[in-house]
């Protein structure tokens, strides 16, 4: 059997703590060296990807201890799915990183900087493809700390503060999550996912109060790490003051991670059956719908850009869970789908925001008039993510709302087409405004180009480029949602 | 069984439970930092006792075998468990605290609603 799922793990691990010591020593390593180990592990997730796909799933048991004594991953595709879009985004981001941290954080710090951020991509990584609670609960405090840690490495008060209340808003959600698994443990005697799965619809009807309790905690639990809406507060602050790269990891990548384990709770291991007993989905969608709009609306009221950007993620997420609980194929395949290409659109703008910030320093909003005259380039592709955020067709953002529509008939849900209709006109509010600013303004400048070092110049095009493509081609991704959907829905 | 004998029986449980919503309250209400922190503590702590509660079967012994002497165990997982579970908590409460302090250099309070008043009145 391969041990290619544990290397993906623990190659990370050892070189993100060999990571300063190389920063001491020889500070021009450090960057090719997690560059290299990044692209190293995309390209052996794609292998295990084709390999699943060609073989089937299998679980990976570490030691050769089979569970339930030992730890077992499960290599599925939607762990392998979430590892490559958490690796190739990260890669966009770090290339980025390279030109932009100078600016923002200490140069003796910056090794620190990238081990934090391994260690995050460590921690997302075997979330993936944790198949048991302890797992999950561990790599979940690893994530969190290290979250935080990339938010108060800027030596501002307010991320410091935006960082505290992150990390104890966290530290909430990870308590009830571990209330929850242990009220689950209690009536199964099992923490591997595999064997819950089997002996929770005997312990449903025995102790069906545990249950549903131990649901409740843990979709509250995730929720507060995922931002879904009324739970969502410390998001806009954590988001909004960090560095550039950061907040495009947080926003793409962290906070869908959560929404990945509830998927694989909900569907694998609670099962269609145990979900049908309370109204879980009705909860979820509901939460998801005032997520949606009350994103939007606070992002229209924003004047900085970052923290617009923010609110718009709250909104996303909603989309994300919207799919998660309409309990259809098509719903499921859009909120997957969308998990991929908002990981991707709000990257890119927050990167692009990056780029605006690092060569001009403004903002707020409203200064950004005429900024399409001077950096045209990071304005345009800022362009391509808004579009694709609108849910333009063309734009891979219109690819996963379509699904979603789809998803929504499916559970003959008609209403949720119209929210998805109304929210795409909410989304053109407020990010067309700033591209008319950029474009139509009064012309009081010269025509420049951009001067951004070449780094962030490849990390911007590369995200618009894989925007587009996924936009017009999107036929592979959607095939491997479908898979992941035919997947879970067949375990439950 | 009546309801008093439920809750004498499940006397632990209900204990921790009440000490969660001790520290929850604490975390979620107080404005003090440390406070917060100390009710953060007191939270996991609570989930700790009950994790430990769940393996534990009454007139049985730990799980420490001595020759000779034939036991009945206790369930040893979750006390292990929440080994794992107080290291974690542990570099969770010293991150909170740096931070902390680090809030204290800049505001030269504790209290995150004066670090409001201070930040509104800034800006």
């Known amino acids: 059997m391969t041990h290619l799922p544990i290397l993906i793990i623990t190659t990370s691990l050892l070189v993100a703590f060999v990571l300063p010591l190389l920063g001491r020593h020889f500070p021009r390593a450090v960057e090719p060296l997690i560059i290299g180990i990044i692209s190293a592990n995309i390209v052996q997730v794609s292998g295990l990807l084709l390999y699943v796909n060609a073989n089937g799933t299998f679980r ?28 190739s985004v990260s890669l966009g981001i770090l290339i980025f990183a390279r030109d932009d941290l100078i600016h923002e954080i200490e140069n003796s710090l910056k090794p620190w900087y990238y081990t934090l951020f391994l260690l995050l991509l460590t921690a997302m990584t075997g979330l993936s493809v944790a198949n048991d609670f302890f797992n999950v609960f561990v790599f979940m405090e690893i994530s969190t700390i290290t979250a935080c840690a990339i938010i108060a490495i800027k030596p501002h008060p307010d991320c410091i503060e935006a960082s505290l209340k992150y990390l104890i808003l966290s530290t909430l959600g ?83 991670i959560y929404a990945v384990i509830l998927i694989r709770l909900l569907y694998t291991v609670y099962g269609l059956d145990i979900l049908a007993h309370i109204p879980i989905s ?29 609110y718009s993620s709250v909104a996303q997420i909603g989309y994300i869970f ?67 955020m609108v849910g333009i067709p063309g734009f891979n953002g219109f690819v996963s709302k379509f699904h979603l529509a789809v998803g929504a008939l499916e559970a003959q849900q008609p209403v949720f087409v119209i929210v998805i209709l109304i929210s795409s006109l909410m989304n053109a509010v407020y990010y067309f405004p ?3 600013r950029a474009f139509f303004g009064p012309v009081n400048h010269q025509m420049k180009f951009d001067q951004l070092p070449l780094g962030m110049v490849i990390s911007l095009i590369g995200f618009a480029v894989a925007t587009i493509y996924l936009g017009l081609l999107p036929g592979g991704l959607i095939n491997l949602a479908e898979a992941i959907s035919q997947f879970l829905l067949s375990r439950s | ?95 909170a605290l740096s931070l902390i302090v680090k809030l204290y250099k800049y505001y030269g309070t504790v209290d995150i609603d004066e670090i409001m008043e201070i930040r509104s009145r800034e800006s």
Not at chain 1, 373 to 388: C, D, E, S
């Open chain 1, 60 to 87: 990976y048991a570490l030691g050769g201890w089979s569970p339930p004594w030992g730890i077992a991953l499960s290599i599925d595709a939607l762990g392998l799915f979430m590892i490559l879009i958490i690796q």
């Open chain 1, 174 to 256: 990870s308590g009830l999550v571990l209330f929850g698994l242990a009220l689950v443990y209690m009536v199964t005697g099992y923490l591997s996912f595999d064997f819950i799965a089997e002996s929770l619809p005997n312990a449903m009807n025995l102790y069906p109060l545990n249950i549903i309790v131990s649901l409740a905690l843990l979709v509250v639990g995730m929720g507060i790490k995922a931002a879904l809406f009324p739970l969502h507060v410390w998001l806009p602050d954590a988001h909004s003051s960090a560095v550039s790269p950061s907040s495009a990891i947080l926003s793409g990548v962290v906070v869908k």
């Open chain 2, 1 to 95: 069984m009546t309801f008093l004998e439920v809750v004498f029986d499940n006397y632990f449980y209900l204990g921790s439970i009440t000490i969660f919503l001790i520290g929850f309250h604490t975390l979620l209400t107080h404005s003090n930092l440390i406070k917060k922190v100390i009710g953060m503590n007191i939270m996991e702590t609570a989930i700790f006792l009950f994790i430990v509660s769940i393996g534990y079967i009454r007139d049985r012994h730990p799980p420490i075998v001595v020759e000779g002497e034939p036991h009945m165990m206790i369930n040893p997982l979750p006390s292990a468990l929440v080994l794992t579970g107080i290291v974690v908590g542990v570099s969770l409460t010293a991150f």
């Open chain 1, 322 to 388: 919207l799919g998660i609980a309409l309990l259809s194929p098509s719903g499921i395949t859009g909120g997957i789908l969308h998990i991929a290409n908002h990981a991707i659109m709000k990257s890119l703008l927050f990167l692009a925001a990056g780029a605006i910030i690092y060569q001009t320093g403004i903002r707020k909003i409203k200064d950004l008039v005429g900024i399409g005259y001077q950096m045209p380039l990071t304005m345009g592709i800022f362009g391509v993510g808004a579009l694709a």
């Open chain 1, 282 to 310: 009705q909860i979820l969608l509901t939460m998801a719908t005032l997520a949606i709009f009350m994103g939007s609306l606070f992002a229209m009221g924003q004047t900085d850009i970052k923290r617009m950007l923010a």
């Open chain 1, 434 to 436: 700033i591209l008319i």
